[in-house]
C-alpha cells in the first residue's frame, strides 16, 4: 500500500511540474511603498455577481490590500476623442506598476471570454500609450471583445499618480482598433498581427521617417517580409494610424528597445506553435501514462 501511495504522490509531484507556478503563488511581499498597492478596475456593467468572478479571476483576495475602482463610459471619453459614454464596460483588470526596466507583463486568465485582444495587442497599445512598466491581469465574466479593459488600465495608471498624454491613449485605443480588424476581418492570425504592427513600429523608430509617404514605404516592406495580403483600405487604415504614430512625442531610442523585446515574445510565440509538437505529445504521453497508472491501482 505504502509503494502504491509513493507512486501516486510521485506521478502528482511531475505532474505539478507542468502547470504555470503563478499557480501556486501567494502575494507575500505586501504593498510596494514606491508604486503604492495593485490597482483592480472593474468595468460599470459588472452584476455583483459577475464582479465576484472577476474578483475570483483576478484573485484579488490573494493581495494584502488592492484598490478597487470602477471603469465607466465616461472614463472613456476622456482617454479616446470620440469615445461612446453610452458604451457598455465589462473587461477588467488588475495594474501592479513595476521599476523601470521591468517591461509589460501581461495575463489574460479568461482567454475564452476576451475574444478580440490578445496579450500581444495590449502590449503594443499600452507601449504606444506611454505606460511601460507594469505587470496587468485581464479578466472578464463572460464573453466580451476586452477593449475596455485597456481604458480600465489607462485610469488606474493614472490613479496610481501617473499622468497620461491623451493623444497616445488615443492612438493607441485606434491601435487596438486596426488590430482586431485585421485580425477578425481580414483574417490574420492574432499572433501575425502583432507581429505585424511591432515590426512596422521598430522600423519607424530606427528609421525616423519624415513623411507619410516614407511611413508608406515602411508598411509595404513588413507586409511583404511577413506574406501579409491587405485590401486597399486594410492597408490605408495601417498608414494612416502608423504616421499618427509617427507623429507622437515617443523617444524613439528607447521605444526600440522595448519593441525588440516584444518582438522577441511574439517570435517565441509563434515558434512555439509551430514547432513544438513534440513537446505537446510528451506532454499528451505524460497524462495518459499518468492515468494508466492510477488505474492499476484500482485494479
Not at 204 to 222: D, G, L, M, S
Amino acid at each position: 500500500m505504502k509503494k502504491n501511495v509513493f507512486r501516486v504522490v510521485s506521478f502528482l509531484l511531475a505532474a505539478s511540474l507542468l502547470l504555470p507556478t503563478s499557480a501556486f503563488a501567494s502575494s507575500e511581499e505586501g504593498i510596494n511603498e514606491k508604486f503604492g498597492m495593485p490597482i483592480v478596475v472593474y468595468g460599470a456593467d459588472l452584476t455583483e455577481s459577475e464582479k465576484q468572478s472577476v474578483k475570483d479571476s483576478l484573485e484579488v483576495t490573494k493581495e494584502s490590500e488592492v484598490e478597487e475602482i470602477t471603469v465607466t463610459g465616461d472614463d472613456l471619453v476622456t482617454y479616446i476623442k470620440d469615445g461612446d459614454a453610452s458604451a457598455r464596460m465589462f473587461s477588467s483588470a488588475k495594474i501592479t506598476r513595476q521599476d523601470a526596466g521591468k517591461g509589460l507583463v501581461i495575463d489574460i486568465v479568461t482567454e475564452d471570454n476576451i475574444t478580440q485582444v490578445t496579450a500581444e495587442m495590449y502590449e503594443n497599445a499600452m507601449l504606444t500609450a506611454g505606460i511601460e512598466d507594469a505587470t496587468v491581469v485581464v479578466a472578464a465574466p463572460k464573453k466580451v471583445t476586452g477593449h475596455s479593459a485597456l481604458v480600465g488600465i489607462y485610469k488606474a495608471y493614472e490613479v496610481s499618480g501617473e499622468t497620461l498624454d491623451k493623444e497616445r491613449t488615443d492612438v493607441a485605443n485606434e491601435e487596438l482598433s486596426v488590430a482586431t480588424i485585421l485580425a477578425n476581418e481580414s483574417g490574420i492570425d492574432e499572433a501575425k498581427v502583432s507581429e505585424l504592427l511591432t515590426e512596422i513600429k521598430k522600423d519607424i523608430a530606427e528609421k525616423n521617417p519624415a513623411t507619410k509617404e516614407e511611413v508608406e514605404k515602411i508598411v509595404q516592406e513588413q507586409l511583404t517580409n511577413l506574406k501579409i495580403e491587405l485590401s486597399p483600405e486594410d492597408r490605408q487604415l495601417l498608414v494612416d494610424l502608423m504616421d499618427r504614430i509617427r507623429k507622437l512625442d515617443i523617444d524613439f531610442s528607447k521605444w526600440s528597445d522595448q519593441l525588440n523585446d516584444l518582438s522577441k515574445t511574439i517570435e517565441d510565440k509563434i515558434g512555439n506553435v509551430v514547432d513544438n509538437e513534440g513537446f505537446w505529445q510528451g506532454v499528451k504521453n505524460f497524462f495518459n501514462n499518468l492515468i494508466d497508472s492510477l488505474r492499476s491501482l484500482f485494479n
